[in-house]
């Protein structure tokens, strides 16, 4: 194994707290939820595993204890599809198989060699849209099996994900910045408001309240 | 090209700014050195973005130089290497189809500039495909591609930026470790998907003036050049998840000296690009950020 210490990014002469602090930031980097349906899934747990490894060596190495409590389970993600309900016919479930194995091109093939479209067949195009990286094409596949089934969960669930943007790493320190827009100014009250209270906490203060001075 | 990745300036540390202009100056530089000096208006943003991306070598050397749009002033420029050299023989590839798609549509004036600028650089672009076989054999395949949807009148918004995607793409096949390469193909792909969309909206209304193919068009119900509001919402947030399949790319890419600049490009630039195209203020924004920067 790497150094622990590399691994983290961090000197071996770091505070307890920098380490935890460096350990969440990569591990919010390299969180399964970013990952999501994601071709890259597979690296990104690699990282995490190695990550979680390396914190559990210092907390153990320091003797601290309680530390490991913080590790995120990587290991615990399942890719869509794996577990939630798998469909009635066995081709489905093949099919989802061939979507988690990254199989796009067969999947699609036998998708394509099934005459009848019910939901189910809208929801596995629309997963082999959006693993392939057609967005749009994938939502608009998604809209229609949760319209033709609209008690299923997982179809619900996958239309609102698409809705609602998705999510990934994003640094702190005003790097959010939204492709949707709208709300950037809101954003950034927000995140104003958050660096001040941080810096309340360390004694500083960017918003200074007038009563005070 | 586009110009559409670039850093939001005000965030950037002066130091990275210099960085910047170092590998833009360089690139150009570069240009110069291997194509001559007609090649140097092909220099761009986005290829600045692709030489710093991949660039592997270590910390960058620099020597000052100058250059006729600067003759008195000498810029720290980025000293010639393996990552430059690519992105010089790629921009010269790229930029010649742009102009040579150029002199298909567009008004005549544009279509005889862009014929005449096609010819000058005519044995640029043979020496500079020779040199990168493999990308200009993935340019042509899916430029000409591309045409043929423009053509068909493609009303897939995913099918047309596909193939400026896959495009991209083939950049990261040269990447050697495989975890690496694997990152960088699908960074790029989400970058193409980008920039391709961000050009169809900003191009909106000119195309359904000049009746020209725009996916947008045939995607959505645009009324007096534009999009509804719901149809705007449906397209940013489709390329909001696009954005955050390049952010989880970009974060498992390893460590790079540009790190700082690269960040700044992808958190910032590229919402900040988006934001201006779809307010109707970027080729404003554009032409103030050119001359107030003038790097």
Known sequence: ?213 | MYGYVRPVKGELKISEFERFRGVYCGLCHELARRYGFLSRFLVNYDFTFLAMLLADEGPAKTCPRRCPSHPFRRTECLESSQSLQTAADMTVVLGWWKLADGTADGRLPARLGCGLACRALKRAYGRAAARQPDFAAAAEENLRALQKLEKEKCPSLDAAADKFARLLRSIASGVEDLARRRAAGELLYHLGRIIYILDAADDLAEDIKTDGYNPLRYRFQPVDGKLSDEDEKVLRTGMQHSHNALVSAYVLMGENVYAGILSNIIYLGLPAATQAVFAGTWNTSAKIHRKRSSI
């Open chain 1, 1 to 213: 194994m790497n150094d622990p210490y590399s691994v983290l990014g961090v000197s071996p002469s770091a505070s307890d707290d920098e380490v935890k602090r460096a350990y969440r930031d990569l591990a919010r980097k390299y969180h399964p939820d970013n990952y999501h349906d994601n071709p890259l899934a597979d690296l990104a747990s690699e990282k995490m595993k190695e990550i979680n490894e390396a914190y559990d060596a210092i907390t153990k190495s320091r003797e601290q204890g309680g530390g490991s409590s913080y590790s995120y389970g990587g290991s615990a993600y399942q890719t869509a599809g794996q577990s939630r309900g798998a469909g009635k016919n066995a081709q489905y479930i093949q099919i989802r198989n061939l979507i988690n194995a990254n199989n796009l091109a067969q999947a699609e093939a036998m998708l394509n060699a099934i005459g009848s479209h019910d939901a189910e067949w809208y929801y596995l195009m629309g997963s082999v849209y959006w693993r392939r990286g057609w967005m749009d094409q994938a939502g608009q596949y998604y809209r229609t099996a949760a319209t033709m089934d609209p008690s299923n969960v997982e179809y619900r669930n996958a239309v609102q994900y698409m809705n609602q943007g998705g999510q990934a790493y994003r640094p702190t320190g005003g790097m959010g910045a939204s492709m949707m827009g709208g709300d950037a100014a809101c954003n950034m009250c927000q995140n104003l408001i958050c660096a001040d209270c941080c810096c309340e906490m360390c004694g500083g203060n960017l918003i200074p309240c007038i009563g005070c001075r």
